[in-house]
T-cell receptor, first 114, second 114 residues
Framework: SQTIHQWPATLVQPVGSPLSLECTVEGTSNPNLYWYRQAAGRGLQLLFYSVGIGQISSEVPQNLSASRPQDRQFILSSKKLLLSDSGFYLCAWRKPGSGANVLTFGAGSRLTVL | GQQLNQSPQSMFIQEGEDVSMNCTSS?????WLWYKQDPGEGPVLLIA?????ELTSNGRLTAQFGITRKDSFLNISASIPSDVGIYFC??????????????FGKGTLLTVNP
């Protein structure tokens, strides 16, 4: 069966520090991968998605970047965090070609920037 | 871009009551999904709808894909305390290639008083 893991689960970082959130998927190959941010207002905002290794599409201009160094690994990064980067970050995956347009989410990483 | 209007934003109900929430869009979707998010967790898929007019149940949950393909509703019957959480609708319009992206509503926060 497929599983998705995110870490760390919780992170408190000072303004200006770097960030690295990691997401890995097990039990499948060549998944579509997504990073969402959920701010206090509850809505889910798509940040990045990837259809393959090294292929990253950015949805909104921001202080963050994403990378996919391996097939089942998706990393969200920042060189210098801003207060506005605080939020709940969710990684999700989808099996391409499955005909089921369903995203499966990880448990999330809560980032607080002070 | 595509916009989803989800209502109501929040609901406070007594245990045992039925609940109804809906999403509307100005765009036509070919997939509607309903997710539930427990506090501090990632959203979990409840029901997926793929055909206009489709009515699908999952236990006490029932969802329908609107005939116009621009709306969907979710009903919860005989609510229980563990139904508490945020419910999201999500729509997807396949635009070709490998570009699958979901548009999410802002969520309905459900509180159930025992």
């Amino acid at each position: 069966s497929q599983t998705i893991h995110q870490w760390p689960a919780t992170l408190v970082q000072p303004v200006g520090s770097p960030l690295s959130l990691e997401c890995t998927v097990e039990g499948t190959s060549n998944p579509n991968l997504y990073w969402y941010r959920q701010a206090a207002g509850r809505g889910l905002q798509l940040l990045f998605y990837s259809v393959g290794i090294g292929q990253i599409s950015s949805e909104v201009p921001q202080n963050l970047s994403a990378s996919r160094p391996q097939d089942r690994q998706f990393i969200l990064s920042s060189k210098k965090l801003l207060l506005s980067d605080s939020g709940f970050y969710l990684c999700a995956w989808r099996k391409p070609g499955s005909g089921a347009n369903v995203l499966t989410f990880g448990a999330g990483s809560r980032l607080t920037v002070l | 871009g595509q916009q989803l209007n989800q209502s109501p934003q929040s609901m406070f109900i007594q245990e045992g009551e039925d609940v109804s929430m809906n999403c509307t869009s100005s765009s036509i979707f070919n997939t509607w999904l309903w997710y539930k998010q427990d506090p501090g967790e990632g959203p979990v898929l409840l029901i997926a709808l793929y055909k206009a007019g489709e009515l699908t149940s999952n236990g006490r949950l029932t969802a329908q894909f609107g005939i116009t393909r621009k709306d969907s509703f979710l009903n919860i019957s005989a609510s229980i305390p563990s139904d508490v959480g945020i419910y999201f609708c999500a729509g997807q319009l396949y635009s070709g290639g490998s570009n699958y992206k979901l548009t999410f509503g802002k969520g309905t926060l459900l509180t159930v008083n025992p």
